[in-house]
């Protein structure tokens, strides 16, 4: 696996690889890598001639108040992982080259990065777009793979993709979970054990959910009442959102009579977890 640090590396790799044209798969990441990452770094390389990854822990994309500082940092451990996926390319620059200071220049997607986790974290999405554009950019990927965990995330930069024009396929991956049900994410390390039991309850609202649905029910505002009661039997979990949204322009459903997506976000102690499930009428 060739480690780049910087663009010109990064992107004369990239450039190689995707020589007699290869296609390139980019799996974007913030490293803390875990088995959802790597189901991504595998269906990279079901699809694609040559592998990129990156990892760089985005600064744009945490508000002040949250925890780019504490955010889990093992790039030792993640190279070894990558090179047993048998990656050939990761990118993983310093802050300083993707940053050098003074950018007055930026992605947003407006309107839909003020929704779901754009309404709880301002300025989240425009930092995700813009490193994503970047990324795009330097790596020339022909598809970038993204976890269906991000739903909203994944909204945003397929309407970027979209508008800005961008040659690259997204593909989304179905969420990756622990045995008993929990969506992996690197954040489930910051929890204690009493935590770790309770952020279950983000995934049992959204079964309460589709249980009522398969029931039946197909109106949003029922099944959302019937989530907040899973929540309501868990006071130390804080619900940030439960909604119930089209999965491309995120806007709330009344009924659901196509394929809708149903999105919560928690805060476990001060972790702030999120979790999807799309029903199919
Ligand atoms: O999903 C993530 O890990 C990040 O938001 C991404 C896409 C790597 C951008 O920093």
């Known amino acids: 696996m060739k480690i780049c640090a910087t663009i010109p590396e990064a992107r004369a790799a990239c450039r190689d690889a995707r020589a007699n044209r290869k296609r390139l798969g980019l799996v974007p990441t913030m490293g803390a890598l875990h088995e959802g990452h790597l189901s991504l770094v595998r269906a990279a390389k079901a699809q694609c001639d040559a592998v990129a990854v990156s990892i760089f822990v985005n600064p744009t994309q945490f508000g002040p108040t949250e925890d780019l500082s504490k955010y889990p940092r093992q790039f030792d451990h993640d190279c070894r992982l990558l090179e047993k996926e048998g990656v050939e390319i990761l990118f993983a620059p310093p802050v300083e080259e993707i940053y050098p200071g003074g950018e007055v220049t930026w992605v947003l997607v407006e309107g839909l990065s003020e929704k779901l986790d754009g309404r709880s974290r301002p300025g989240h999405f425009r930092g995700v777009t813009t490193i994503v554009s970047k990324l795009f950019h330097i790596l020339e990927p022909e598809a ?116 809708t997506l149903v999105a919560v976000a928690a805060y476990v102690g001060s972790t702030r977890l999120i979790d999807n499930i799309v029903l199919n009428p």
């Open 144 to 259: 970038a793979f993204f976890g269906q965990k991000d739903a909203a995330q994944l909204a945003v930069i397929r309407r970027m993709v979209q508008d800005l024009n961008f040659p690259v396929e997204i593909v989304a991956c179905p969420i990756v979970r622990e045995p008993d049900g929990l969506a992996m994410s690197s954040r489930n390390a910051y929890l204690n054990r009493e935590e770790r039991g309770r952020a279950l309850v983000l995934q049992r609202s959204l079964q309460h959910a589709q249980q009522e649905f398969q029931t039946g029910e197909r109106i949003a505002v029922k099944l959302i009442y019937a989530a907040k009661e899973v929540f309501a039997r868990e006071p130390k979990v804080a619900l940030d959102y439960f909604e119930i949204v089209d999965p491309d322009t995120l806007d709330s459903v009344e009924r659901i009579s196509q394929k």
